[in-house]
């Protein structure tokens, strides 16, 4: 008699979406190694290795990550704890123990992989908002700052009037916050 879970069909496009993404996925399991490599074998993973106890996992992290390699892990329990503690990115699963989300930088809050690209493309994109934010404010500092101190007044008498420079600067916070906005509409 044999028992196996069934892979769930959204967890086959997950790893098929991250690997389109260019990520290099690897599976630890503390399944022996017939079921891990029929896994493997099932989702399109090329990397993985059995028989992993939860300090291994952990150590496996430490070794990508002195390859030079950003390592993410994604866990849901408490043997995958120690290897969230230790990755650059740490994932935890919403279905999963209260320690892999306490350790985790990020929990999904279903046990959906799918959920996993998508914030990976939206934490991308925040983080190109937060330099297009940053980008602007300096472009407005950099000529803000002068003008609003006199810098043209030797040349032409010009002097910025404060009210102007008030509402110059409130535009420049609505901008901000409406760039920032457009992650709402984001898949």
Known sequence: IAIADRIKETSVRAIKEMQAMGIEL??????????????????????????????HKADFVKELQQRGQV?????????????????????AMGKGSD?????????????????IPQAI????????T???????????????IPLAAGILYPFNGFILNPMIA?????LSSVS????????????
């Open 130 to 144: 937060i330099k297009q934010n940053l980008f602007w404010a300096f472009i407005y500092n950099l000529i803000g």
């Open 166 to 170: 008030g509402a110059a600067m409130a």
């Open 71 to 91: 390592v993410a892990m994604v866990g849901d329990g408490i043997n995958d704890s120690t290897a969230l503690a230790t990755a650059d990115v740490s994932i």
């Open 121 to 128: 493309r939206l934490s991308k994109q925040t983080v190109a």
């Open 26 to 55: 690897y599976m630890l399991t503390g399944d022996n190694e017939a079921t891990a490599r029929a896994i493997a074998a099932e989702t399109g993973l090329q990397h993985y290795k059995a028989e992993v106890l939860p300090e």
């Open 99 to 115: 320690i892999a989300m306490d350790v985790a930088k990020m929990t999904i809050i279903s046990s959906d992989l799918t959920k």
């Open 176 to 187: 901000v916050v409406s760039n920032s906005l457009r992650l709402r509409w984001k898949k």
